[in-house]
């Protein structure tokens, strides 16, 4: 009776103390997935307004999506593509002929199961102001990515942008947590938000990964993202020859020559609003113990200039910075000049989750720079680009996002750019918000 009662105790003990490490030990509920599916995730590699791409692993049998305009969900669609890969079974629905604005409901099912029904919202075809969140290198300290995670779920994002650098090694275990843990973005309202993915370093291990997981239009991870007021442009910075840690070819040369033709070509026909390019690693880091990208500034910071990209995120370096609007210019420092008028911001690096590095490398023009983990809110509208740096502590420093207040539906609809009120925003040198 004793050693029952002292297993009791501890067993207690146990589930006292896994409560309150939910947002370090990454809290899972099962429940909310089908026996027969889980690790569901929203993807945007097409037209916005009119498509999305489900997707989710199959643990049994064979699944399909039921959706529509309303809870009762009057379609179903089986996957068109399946990917047996790093131990789960990746199935993929492509819904296209979408209504733009709209809220869509949507639900798997395998036999008489289903998952809960959750629901998205297809991006407005109209120049109405948005929020999305920017940000990169989640791969190593399960507790930042969790923080962020579940910050989107409080903010409600039109879509994430992910720098890359998603996991430290790329293994099957790593992967199968990271997609556990995406579940912790779905709002309470079952609110689910789609991603659009770039590739990092660490994605080098297997250059199909992002194919295989997120169905990416095409195996090398450049392509555009057009809405009605944002050109977004994701580009692979690890096809520059010499600078990857994996599976580096002399051939690189001709991928990398490819990619630099398609964006021009692109950036020559695009007459939007804003154009903002996603990449991994920096032109110019700021960290020291990180190289130069040498080819990267010769071929795109031209680009950027010569066709009024506004914006550049960078990731890798696991810090934090803002830049004044910049020209290239080889008479500049590092090949920069400040053009407060027509140039290029550069904003980054990374670290949402992984191991923070010391900002150590400021140059002339660098507006602020710091080191804690952070994503980027960036509020879009026909005048301004409004960018917040959110933070969410790092190693040393507790953070409990589910104290952050999360903002309904409701509110987001009435008011498209309103934030939750209480995040933790940087207060850099030009206060919570620089604005382009």
Known sequence: MRYLINSIVILLLFISCSQKTRE?????????????????????NDDPTTTMTIAWNQRQGEGVVEYGLTPSVEYRIYPQRK???????????HLKSLHPNSKYYF???TNDSCSQTMYFKTAPNTKQSFSFIAGGDSRSIVKGRVRGN??????RPLFIAHGGDYTSHGNSKEWNRWLDEWQLTKSRDGRMYPLIVTHGNHENFDKKVLYNLFDVPNIDVYYQVKFPLLSLYILNTELEPNVRYKDSKADDIVKWNSQKLWLEQHLIDDTNRWKIVSYHRPLRPHQSAKKEGKLRYSDWAYLFYNHNVQLAIESDSHLVKYTKPLKPDPLGEEGFVIDEKSGTTYIGEGSWGAPT?????????????DSFWQFKLITVDSKNLEIRTVKFGDEKTDYDANKVTEITQKQ?????????????????????????
């Not at 089908?34 to 995730?41: G, M, N, P």
């Not at 990917?83 to 629905?93: D, G, Q, R, T, W």
């Not at 579940?150 to 903010?155: G, N, Y």
């Open 24 to 44: 370090i030990e990454t809290p899972i509920d099962s429940s909310k997935s089908s026996i027969y599916t889980d690790k569901y995730r929203l993807i945007w």
């Open 83 to 93: 990917v047996e890969y790093l131990n789960m079974k990746n199935c993929f629905v």
């Open 107 to 109: 639900k798997v099912c």
């Open 150 to 155: 579940i910050l989107i779920s409080k903010i």
């Open 357 to 369: 590095r010391l900002n150590d490398d400021d140059k002339s023009w660098t507006i602020d720079s």
């Open 412 to 436: 987001q609809d009435r008011e498209p750019k309103i934030i939750p009120s209480n995040l933790d925003l940087w207060n850099s040198k030009v206060g919570t918000v620089l604005k382009l």
